[in-house]
């Protein structure tokens, strides 16, 4: 395995980003990829290289988000985001009542709604999203587009 310090250089951005994605908070996102090094220097003898190392920090980034959800409950909802959408979609986001549509990424159905949050409010790329669910970067793309598809679906539905 390379040193820490490569490791942090080549992926901090990599996990910050992705946990923005599921915080929605930079402070957080930051304070929690410091935890995230922190405990993989911790465990790092435990990384048999199975998984990129990519895959293997955001399972670890994961599992401090999850650890600060249960010790802090009141940061636990995410519905709370400002969005920002750079797609075809922009209109029709657009002129949708923000609270419903809000409700409409939240009752996505797993993994939509977390490909979705990762590549419209992390900024991930595909092949990062499909890094970090252990996946290929086209099995990110198509549930991208099918979530995508469900969520105008339903702001159609509502208009």
């Given amino acids: 395995m390379q040193p820490i310090e490569e490791i942090y250089q080549q992926y901090a951005q990599t996990v910050y980003k992705y946990l923005l994605s599921l915080t929605h908070d930079r402070d957080l996102a930051e304070e929690l990829t410091q935890e995230t090094f922190y405990q993989a220097i911790r465990s790092s003898d435990r990384f048999d290289e199975s998984c990129k190392v990519s895959t293997w920090l955001c399972a670890i980034a994961k599992n401090v988000l999850l650890t600060y959800r249960r010790k802090h409950p009141q ?68 549930t991208f587009y099918r979530g995508k598809h469900k969520l105008r679906k339903e702001v159609e539905n509502d208009e």
Wanted: glycine content about 6%.
């Fill in 75 to 142: 940061h636990d909802n995410i519905e709370d985001i400002a969005i920002i959408v750079e797609s075809a979609e922009k209109e029709a986001i657009r002129s949708a009542d923000r609270v419903k549509l809000f409700q409409n990424i939240h009752d996505l159905q797993e993994p939509y709604r977390e490909v979705v949050y990762l590549r419209v409010f992390g900024g991930l790329s595909f092949s990062e999203i499909g890094q970090v669910h252990g996946k290929t970067e086209n099995w990110a793309r198509v």
